[in-house]
């Protein structure tokens, strides 16, 4: 035995064996499960023998959806998360110009702002970030990813102007008579990223190597991560995490939801090879990922009906129906799984209308879709989840913004969305992620949300629909084992049990026992990767 960990409240995720208080891990699995008497006989004189004094030992999570790459490039640009007004805006993008020494002329960029926290709820303009430069370009993003804000210099680098004809799918707002307001949602933001130059291989290395250990503090053993497009060729990645898993100093398990925009970009997609077998615990391609329409935080998501503080706004559909149609179907009939973004009950609507169809034409295909997000939804919406068999990969740590703006945006619908337990009991698996950089990745915050349906602020007092409030057994469940479906590994990951990966994370308060608020304040103090402790704070 290489390594046991015993007097410890693990709880496996197994239900043949669902809590043990000893485990012994050989060669990178788990070797046995059971009391400290059983597990303990089995060491020998190289044996790691860890007292868990204890505290709870549960799976590794797997953040079913974030950008990892986008993730490790943001830290480099000015982080908007706390601005509160645009006099905030204008001071933090002014600090982070004079911090890197920015000459005039370099690329300025901020992310994470969200406007619904701004003392005048107004998304910024190109005005207002000529005020903090105008010898500098500027772009900035939302903290939905779906809206970016550049200053005149920045419009002028994209070649953007009031004759600039808006992509298909995306909008440039404009002032009356065209002039562009320096605003862009969905596939216009395109147009900003065209001119930038590709990240080269070990760059895009570099990147995954600096993010590896603050997935690691946080107990996290695996990603579901979407990082094609902009300056990330879909080969380059590849090869940056294949080659990192060959040399052993991949930090984490990585599946690609390969992000395709168009049928040119997912026919190059689904002639990517796999990685050889050996490497591919570490690193494996995972769904083809499609985009069909924005955020509620932008209005952007496709309503149905239109939103309720915003008659006559539909959102966005990224692609009209045939188009749409035509990339499941032809990932589908390739085999490969989807995971579709879709918020909005019209998106969702039309991505599991796609789904069907594409079922109905190739059917028994063995494929795993997935709706990303699943967010507006009503109780048809639901049960075809359950009658297609198609997973829901949500992020519950919306709620914290999300509860103080579904009811405004979308009306009656709220009492119906976010509707992660009605999901479950229907039979769908929910893999829980956060969309880092839109959140970020802490499991902690993730985990509250979904079991006490309150924001890390505690609003609302009674919790947003707290009858889809999950248990502490069925969130674990969705962060660990739910995942692991996802990417066709649950015979391998998601579980402690023998035969298994040997990636687990000790915690230091005991999430089933105390609570719930208790929950958010979690920290990870051991993290197990394959064996390895690759974090520690014992």
């Known amino acids: 035995m290489d390594l046991i960990i015993y007097n410890a409240d693990i709880r496996t995720m197994d239900a043949a064996q669902p809590r043990v208080s000893s485990v012994g891990i050989r060669d990178g699995l788990i070797a046995v499960c059971g009391s400290d008497s059983e597990v303990l006989e089995l060491r020998n004189p190289s044996t790691a023998v860890i007292n868990a004094g204890g505290r709870c030992v549960i799976p590794g999570f797997n953040d079913s959806h974030m950008h ?40 300025v960029r901020g992310w994470g702002f969200n406007q619904d926290y701004f003392d005048v709820k107004t998304i910024p303009n190109r005005h207002d970030l000529d005020l903090v430069s105008t010898a500098h370009p500027i772009y900035i993003s939302r903290a939905c990813g779906h809206v970016w804000v550049l200053n005149s210099m920045a419009l002028t680098r994209a070649g953007i102007t009031k004759e600039t004809p808006d992509p298909a799918g995306g909008e440039i707002l404009r002032r009356p008579g065209g002039e562009p307001t320096g605003v862009l949602t969905e596939n216009a933001i395109q147009l900003a990223k065209a001119n930038r130059k590709p990240l080269e291989k070990d760059a895009i290395k570099d990147l995954i190597l600096s993010a590896a250990p603050d997935l690691q503090k946080m107990g996290i053993t695996s990603i579901q991560t979407d990082d094609f497009g902009g300056i990330l060729r879909p080969t380059d990645v590849c090869a940056a995490y294949t080659e990192l898993a060959a040399e052993g100093k991949l930090g984490f398990r990585a599946a690609e939801q390969c992000h395709a925009h168009n049928m040119a970009e997912l026919e190059t997609i689904l002639a990517l090879p796999q990685p050889p077998g050996n490497l591919r615990s570490m690193f494996r391609l995972g769904p083809v990922k499609l985009l069909a329409d924005g955020s509620l935080g932008a209005r952007t998501a496709l309503l149905r009906d239109g939103y309720a503080d915003k008659p006559g706004t539909r959102g966005v559909s990224v692609y009209e129906y045939a188009e749409l149609a035509a990339l499941v179907k032809t990932a589908h009939a390739s085999g490969r799984s989807l995971a579709v973004h879709a918020i909005g009950d019209g998106a969702i609507e039309m991505v599991l209308d796609s789904f069907e169809a594409a079922q109905k034409e190739y ?67 929910t893999p829980f992620g956060t969309d880092c ?44 084992a739910d995942g692991a479906y996802a990417t066709f590994e649950e015979h391998i990951k998601g579980m402690i049990k023998p035969g298994y990966y040997a990636d687990m994370v000790m915690l230091s308060r005991n999430i089933f026992n105390e609570e719930t608020e208790a929950i958010k304040d979690t920290e990870a103090v051991m993290t197990v990767l394959g064996g390895r402790i690759v974090h520690s704070v014992l």
Do not use: W
């Open 363 to 429: 059917p028994g295909k063995n494929v795993r879709h997935g709706v990303v997000h699943a967010q507006i939804t009503d109780r048809a919406l639901l049960n075809r989840f359950k009658d297609l068999g198609v997973m829901a990969y949500v992020q519950p740590v919306f709620i914290h913004a999300d509860s103080r703006i579904a009811p405004d945006r979308v009306g009656s619908l709220a009492a119906t969305s976010y509707a992660f337990r009605t999901l479950r009991e229907l039979g769908s698996r």
């Open 437 to 480: 950089p839109v959140e970020s990745f802490n499991p902690f915050h993730n985990l509250y949300c979904a079991v006490s349906r309150k924001g890390l602020d505690g609003y609302p007092q009674g919790g947003f629909n707290i009858n889809e409030a999950l248990s502490v057994s069925g969130a674990v469940t969705a962060y660990t």
């Open 68 to 107: 990892m790459l986008n993730y490790a490039t943001l830290t480099d640009g000015a982080d908007l998360t706390a601005v509160r007004s645009l006099d905030d805006l204008h001071t933090a993008l002014k600090t982070h110009i004079k911090k890197k020494d920015a000459a005039p002329g370099a690329e």
